[in-house]
């Protein structure tokens, strides 16, 4: 409990000893409890110390490795713990406030509080918006692939009733099993009614006889003609002052809305797969989107458990984009002399959920690849195009985890392998762009990686895709797996300092000007001698 932060109810208390006894009265409780009881409860040095169980601590050590990876915290907490069997209670308590006392100024300590802080300004954020007069009852999905039938359960459970549109008569049948699974996995894991869910979604073929919903949510896949098409429609079934939201990951939301007769109810409402599990939802602001729309946004995003983060309209708009950047370091990296496997294991290391390769595989490496194929990467002037990952897809014919073959190779179990047709892949691409390569430090993989997401982030800020550093932060953290004990990459930039910063982008632009390139945000904080932390008040 101590070392995982948990705590447990009364009753669970009581079966496990921690408690003596539960009753509504306290005051006659108390006078219940023997006198035995009392003085050992109010003498507790006199009591006598635990055994030693060497296995239990290794195992809560283990536990920590595994579930706070890269935190200090658990494991002296577990070593306080530990120490009770052997030190008395007021070396202990001595020894809990020195400990305690170093782990307020530690650095990571200090992250923690910036996330907590930023968290709160952005759930107070909605403020400035309106609240809808009337609370929303009813939704509409369309599609219910994966993340579809996430959104649509991820809002019943938020207490609306939800209607998925499908178009395609297969389709509504895999719609219905993946809710079904839904429910099924919700009534397991949080204890939910699987008899109320059902009543409050359905599937459904067509627009036809829609309930009059108060918002709609597009979750079809990543082309702006369908998606054109399916609002078309759904602004012909649905009540004019329905809010209409896309789910796109990447697309124009301002392109999006050119066919909506009232583009001011129109905005963009990324989820996160799953998107009844992860918190992250970036609420995309397009050039018509009213402040009424906004603040339905943001009282939704309270209403699910949501961390709302406002964005402006762009390419992949906060997180996506500075995926991307993050991405073409690393394949940057993999020329130079990194493998797949030693830059995962660097950011590993670093406290990311996942490297990079391992989180394309599991995407699948076909998402990816449409992507650069939509921005025609290969053809850009102003930035090194790696063809690595073109060709596994291309030529290869791997797509990752689907295909049991992407940046890994995967046994039948699927674990994953350093496979040798990707590394010679990449040897010949190297060789073909006459890159020496060489072994990378870990250190040198991570920070370099830290450095490309910080750089995206400050040109974000520029263009006023988002409005303060700290909004990156929780789009990291709570979205890409970003360690939440380090606080996010704004918050590692200031840690490492402006001008370090500058220093560091600098070396890099001198051996490479097509991926590396000084923010101007950067250098106008350096010349007024402000932190990136100033930005956010």
Known sequence: MI???????AEKGLDMGLVDQIAADPVAAAHSVGKQVLHRALIPDQRPAPDLDTQAVDDAHAQADRRAAGQIAPHLAIDLVAAAASETLEQTMLRERRTFLDLRQSQQAHALRHVFFAERAALSQGKAFAAPKTELSRAVVVGG???G????????TAGLEVTVVETDANAVNRAKDNIARLITQGAARAGLDPAVLQVRLSVQYGYEGLPPAGLAIEAAFEDMSVKRTIFAALQAA???DAVLATNTSYLDVNTLALGIDTPERFLGLHFFAPAHIMKLLEIVRGEKTSDATLGVAFALARRLGKMPVLSGVCDGFIGNRILTRYRHAADTLLLQGATPDSIDAAMRAFGMAMGPYQAQDLSGLDIAYANRKRQASGDRQDRRYVPIADRLVEDLKRLGRKTNAGWYDYDADGTPQPSQIVLDCIVATSAQAQI??????????SARLLLAMIAEACDILTEGIAARPADIDLVLVHGYGFPRWRGGPMHQADR?????LIDQLNALCENDPLSWSVPGLLTDLAAANRTLNSLNT
């Open 3 to 9: 070392g995982r932060g948990r705590s447990v109810s």
């Open 149 to 156: 039938a996430s959104i649509a359960y991820a809002l019943a």
């Open 496 to 500: 490492i300092g402006v001008p370090m």
């Open 145 to 147: 692939g994966n993340m």
């Open 436 to 445: 020496p390569r060489e072994p990378i430090p870990p250190q040198v993989i």
């Open 238 to 240: 649905l009540p004019r």
